[in-house]
């Protein structure tokens, strides 16, 4: 698998795209650094131009790995996009994320409301949905050739676990893997995404104020640290978590390294 381990353009501005990024070219704690241009996320596909597809088509994505449950999916079609023959649909509901639906649509959330809902969702994601990840995993190591995208419908919950785990699995620190989650929030459009979500679905009052808003359209610590406090206490860290949930050995872990981190020697 051809790779580059030189810095590219980590938020990719295509046309219709939502949070689309590479999330290559971090530097791992053995002083090799993730390969550029092989590993991506964003939110929905459905919006991208013909412009915009005609961009994507450069990254050489060979697998889409789709989290979004089968409502999102009938909603937003990902489109047939060239090069892009491996379909993997993952469908990731957590029980909070239910519980937070059902809220708001009786009415509105206060701020700290907000907040607890996504830890909620973040905790889940961690505790119940290590067999859809491991899946995920499976695929990925299956992938010989071309690159990999993994989404969901913003890129930032399901999708931003998704590449935490992948980016440990890679031996990238977690000083590191939460500036990446955090990256979300300048990668989406406040004034054009969010807010047709907001509209699209009625939530009138998450229009109040930003930091409302984006407390459940944009990412803060707290969200991924409680995936992290999830795997502390079932798992005693992300490393034991990674072999006894997602089911990767050490043989597993450096055949992904061997395909997506370049050494420091070379």
Same mark, same amino acid.
């Given at each position: 698998m051809s790779a580059d381990a030189s810095p590219q353009p980590r938020i990719l501005r295509f046309e219709g795209a939502v949070n689309l /990024? %590479? !999330? $290559?070219?971090?530097?791992?704690?053995? $002083?090799?650094?993730?390969?550029?241009?092989?590993? !991506?996320r964003c939110g929905t596909l459905a919006d991208l131009t013909q412009a915009g597809q005609r961009a994507f088509a450069k990254l050489g994505v060979k697998l889409i790995c789709d989290l979004r /449950?089968?409502?999102?999916?009938?909603?937003?079609?990902?489109?047939?996009?060239? +090069?892009?023959? $491996? /379909?993997?649909?993952?469908? =990731?509901?957590?029980?909070?994320?239910?519980?937070?639906?059902e809220r708001l649509n009786e009415g509105g959330l206060t701020l700290q409301e907000r907040i607890d809902f996504m830890v909620g969702i973040n905790r889940d994601l961690a505790s119940n949905h290590a067999e859809d990840y491991a899946r995920m995993f499976e695929r990925l190591l299956a992938l010989e050739? +071309?690159?990999?995208?993994?989404?969901?419908?913003?890129?930032?919950?399901?999708?931003?676990?998704?590449?935490?785990? =992948?980016?440990?699995?890679?031996?990238?620190?977690?000083?590191?893997?939460?500036? %990446?989650?955090?990256?979300?929030?300048?990668?989406?459009?406040?004034? $054009?995404?969010?807010?047709?979500r907001i509209r699209s679905r009625l939530w009138t009052d998450l229009e109040a104020d930003r930091e409302s808003t984006m407390a459940l359209?944009?990412?803060?610590?707290?969200?991924?640290?409680?995936?992290? %406090?999830? =795997?502390?206490?079932?798992?005693? +860290?992300v490393e034991h978590?990674?072999?006894?949930? =997602?089911?990767? %050995? +050490?043989?597993?872990?450096?055949?992904? /390294?061997?395909?997506?981190?370049?050494?420091?020697?070379?």
């Open positions: /990024r %590479d !999330f $290559g070219g971090y530097a791992t704690e053995d $002083g090799g650094r993730v390969a550029s241009g092989q590993l !991506f /449950r089968a409502d999102e999916k009938a909603a937003e079609p990902t489109p047939d996009l060239v +090069g892009a023959s $491996g /379909r993997l649909e993952v469908p =990731i509901d957590p029980g909070s994320a239910v519980a937070m639906r050739d +071309g690159a990999f995208l993994v989404h969901c419908s913003a890129g930032k919950d399901r999708t931003g676990f998704a590449c935490a785990l =992948i980016l440990h699995a890679l031996g990238v620190n977690e000083a590191t893997v939460l500036e %990446d989650y955090l990256l979300t929030n300048e990668a989406l459009d406040y004034e $054009g995404y969010v807010h047709k359209f944009g990412v803060r610590p707290e969200y991924l640290r409680a995936a992290y %406090d999830a =795997i502390a206490t079932e798992f005693a +860290g978590y990674l072999e006894q949930a =997602i089911g990767l %050995d +050490g043989a597993a872990r450096q055949r992904l /390294r061997s395909r997506y981190v370049i050494s420091a020697a070379a």
